[in-house]
């Protein structure tokens, strides 16, 4: 007996279940329970007809019960309880039982627990209607046709069932709250240990994302580093082309896995905004310089349109502006086909020493649905996957704009059209450190696409002395070759032990070091 009742709670309260379903489970166990007990109000001289009524109550939540186990039918099992409970049989029985002296209203008590533990939604705003409305019916009918209402058999008989009806009520509502607190206290504890296995993975995903950081962009340097070398050599156009094509492909590489890396610091919150003040027409050439080439590439105008009046010199993170406005641009040319790509940016002066800087890119590309719109800054969603299948990108990029541009107290927006086009803007304030507008800025430097420029030395120091630290043998070649040209006496070493030594013997001009050296 034992065995099979252990067997029946198991497959009652079954592991697979929410927290509510066992909830509502355990309800209609105590409400089948409560109504068998309900019955030993007979011991205090209840009627026949009183008892006839209550037997019903024991069928019901016991049909309940069996509704739920069997079929998994909580919700059929719930309105059957509560309308043959709250709707029938507890008004039956307060009017058959002396309305007000016996124990019958703190029935009407376990009839609203059961509404509150067991509806949600609409079921329970409808649930608690009905039962309200039953009860001062109830209630109605006792106050104003008293004759129906039959006296109590006793005196025995009002205070016993009383009694026995306040025991049972409270102990259904004490087994429930307990339920609860034990479940809570389990739900917490898990929480508590998933939090502590969480902040592991954290710092394990974090140390493995710095040693990535590290172990990836090496190679990739050394591939770009050894790459320039081959491009200022006297070499073939063919060969040209190839090293070029490896550039660009590395240059590619490089910014997925940064982007990576950022994506990563900017959820465990380890991305710091770092202002500086910076010279507005160098970071905008930097970015036309950049972009026009791309553009060139594609066959589309690239339109620039600045404010002459933007102050010179401001006062923010430019490097993360360029990170920000370079994403967008390079997405305005990657997602169009024909047409141009325009980059325009205003200053709206706040007060004195505060501009808000406005930057917008616009460009006559795919567009974007409106339904797509809202997946538009979800990291690694694409919006149109079908179509822009053949379109590199990770869905990175914009992911990592508008959260930069969130930690800057700025905003960022997009207007897009189906098939006609977009236009995102940023809106950052920055603060004013020269406020001499910056007048025209000459884009012209961007000449002789088609004609690779033969690499020309720009100095010689034959008397200076470099030493590089690196403890990968690749680094240290790629940093000797590259200053080759320039006559630096250079020297390696693979430690911070050995630099230590050679500083201690030699002077060095510079000290180029790995940021992540071992040992030390």
Known sequence: MKKKLHIFLKTLLNEQLDFQEKLNRVVLILAFITSIIGMGRVLFGTTPVVLAALLPMCFVSGAALFITVKYNKVRLASWLLVLTSNVILFPLVFILSSGVDSGTPVWFVLGLVYVFVLFNGTDFYIALGLSVVSFFATYSIAYWYPRLLPEAPSRFYTFGDSFVT???????????????????????????????????????????????????????????????????????????????????????????????????????????????????????????????????QK????????????????????????????NILTNAVKYTETGSVTLSAKGERLDADEILLRISV?????????????????????????????????????????????????????????????????????????????????????????????YKQCFTAPDARVLVVDDNDMNRMVATKLLRGTKIKVETVASGKECLKRTAENFYHVIIMDYMIPEM
């Open 362 to 454: 616009e460009d006559t590309g795919i567009g974007i649905r409106k339904e797509s719109l809202e997946d538009l800054f979800h990291s690694f969603k694409r919006v149109d996957e079908t179509q822009n299948r053949n379109i590199e990108g990770t869905g990175l990029g914009l992911t990592i704009a508008k959260q930069l541009v969130e930690m800057m107290d700025g905003k960022i927006s997009v207007d897009s059209v189906y098939h006609k086009g977009s236009v995102f803007t940023i809106e950052i304030r920055q603060r004013i450190v020269n406020a001499q507008p910056i007048g025209l800025i000459d884009f012209a430097a961007q000449k002789q696409l088609n004609q690779r420029a033969k």
């Open 299 to 326: 066959e589309l105008e690239f339109k620039v349109d600045i404010d002459h009046d933007i102050p010179s010199m401001l006062y923010g993170d430019e490097v993360r502006i360029k990170q920000i406005i370079t």
């Open 166 to 296: 306040l025991i049972v009520v409270s102990c259904f509502v004490g087994f429930l709250l307990r339920i609860q607190f034990i479940t809570y206290d389990k739900e917490r504890r898990l929480a508590e240990q998933q939090k502590a296995e969480i902040e592991q993975i954290a710092r394990s995903k974090d140390t493995f994302f710095a040693n990535m950081s590290h172990e990836i962009r090496t190679p990739i340097n050394t591939i770009i580093g050894l790459n320039e070398m081959t491009l200022r050599e006297d070499i073939s156009d063919e060969i040209a082309e190839n090293a070029i094509n490896i550039q660009n492909a590395s240059k590619m590489l490089l910014t997925t896995i940064n982007d990576i890396l950022d994506l990563s610091k900017l959820e465990s919150g380890k991305m710091e905004i770092v202002p500086a003040q910076y010279e507005v027409s160098s970071m905008f050439s930097d970015l036309v310089n950049l972009i026009w080439i791309r553009a060139h």
